[in-house]
């Protein structure tokens, strides 16, 4: 069989986007030979608080920003999907776009507490998995329930560079010298970045999905 891109699915709120992600998504992109990255950008996390959350139109801009010149795509299409939690989503997304082949990065944060999402194991069983290192967490990450789980699952990352012969579940871990910035940081440093995200944007002013090419409202929450 023939089969369209092999693309690697970021998650999170980005809230604000910032390098660090970008450096995170080229590495992988390079690392599994992938042919594009997507960010999807949550309407809303269901494991943060909404508070100090900025509307999803200056957290897709922000994305919309950092993506340039790269193979990375910031999209928000949960909202189109209607759904919120990553199981959902997942399955929805292999669903609408049966010939891409699809993996799912996340953090070895994310994997700490990857046994609190929402049927986990599913998510495990509908596409791989790549874990990447982010300092003070690994620990946590490798004793984590989800750990324990996913010990017999392990693959090495020549395994993924081959998606005609890819399995799920299968969990990689990639190692790199990851970049120390975070959300939290820049938002302490600049409390006021949704709204300078979005100047000169108004109600009646659209920037576009790079995935759906669907308008995002100026002052979409």
């Given at each position: 069989?023939?089969?369209?891109?092999?693309?690697?699915?970021?998650?999170?709120?980005?809230?604000?986007?910032?390098?660090?992600?970008?450096?995170?998504?080229?590495?992988?992109?390079?690392?599994?030979?992938l042919d594009e990255v997507w960010w999807l950008v949550s309407p809303g996390n269901p494991l943060k608080p909404?508070?100090?959350?900025?509307?999803?139109?200056?957290?897709?801009?922000?994305?919309?920003?950092?993506?340039?010149?790269?193979?990375?795509?910031?999209?928000?299409?949960?909202?189109?999907?209607?759904?919120?939690?990553?199981?959902?989503?997942?399955?929805?997304?292999?669903?609408?776009?049966?010939?891409?082949?699809?993996?799912?990065?996340?953090?070895a944060d994310n994997l700490a507490q990857f046994h609190k999402w929402k049927d986990w194991r599913g998510i495990?069983?509908?596409?791989?998995?790549?874990?990447?290192?982010?300092?003070?967490?690994?620990?946590?990450?490798?004793?984590?329930?989800?750990?324990?789980?996913?010990?017999?699952?392990?693959?090495?990352?020549?395994?993924?560079?081959?998606?005609?012969?890819?399995?799920?579940?299968?969990?990689?871990?990639?190692?790199?010298?990851?970049?120390?910035?975070?959300?939290?940081?820049?938002?302490?440093?600049?409390?006021?970045?949704?709204?300078?995200?979005?100047?000169?944007?108004?109600?009646?002013?659209?920037?576009?999905?790079?995935?759906?090419?669907?308008?995002?409202?100026?002052?979409?929450?």
């Amino acid at each position: 069989m023939t089969h369209g891109p092999v693309t690697g699915l970021l998650g999170g709120s980005f809230n604000p986007a910032h390098d660090g992600h970008r450096r995170i998504s080229l590495f992988a992109r390079e690392a599994l030979a992938l042919d594009e990255v997507w960010w999807l950008v949550s309407p809303g996390n269901p494991l943060k608080p909404a508070s100090g959350m900025a509307p999803l139109a200056a957290r897709l801009e922000s994305a919309r920003k950092r993506t340039r010149g790269a193979r990375i795509r910031a999209t928000a299409i949960e909202r189109e999907l209607g759904t919120r939690y990553t199981a959902d989503t997942l399955r929805a997304l292999v669903q609408r776009y049966p010939k891409r082949r699809f993996v799912w990065l996340m953090g070895a944060d994310n994997l700490a507490q990857f046994h609190k999402w929402k049927d986990w194991r599913g998510i495990a069983r509908v596409m791989p998995i790549a874990v990447i290192a982010r300092p003070g967490y690994d620990r946590g990450a490798l004793a984590s329930p989800a750990m324990a789980w996913f010990r017999r699952y392990r693959t090495s990352v020549t395994s993924l560079r081959h998606p005609a012969r890819w399995s799920a579940p299968a969990l990689v871990t990639l190692r790199f010298d990851p970049d120390t910035r975070s959300a939290t940081d820049i938002r302490k440093a600049d409390p006021d970045w949704a709204r300078k995200t979005l100047e000169g944007h108004d109600g009646h002013r659209l920037s576009r999905d790079a995935v759906t090419h669907r308008p995002i409202c100026g002052d979409a929450a």
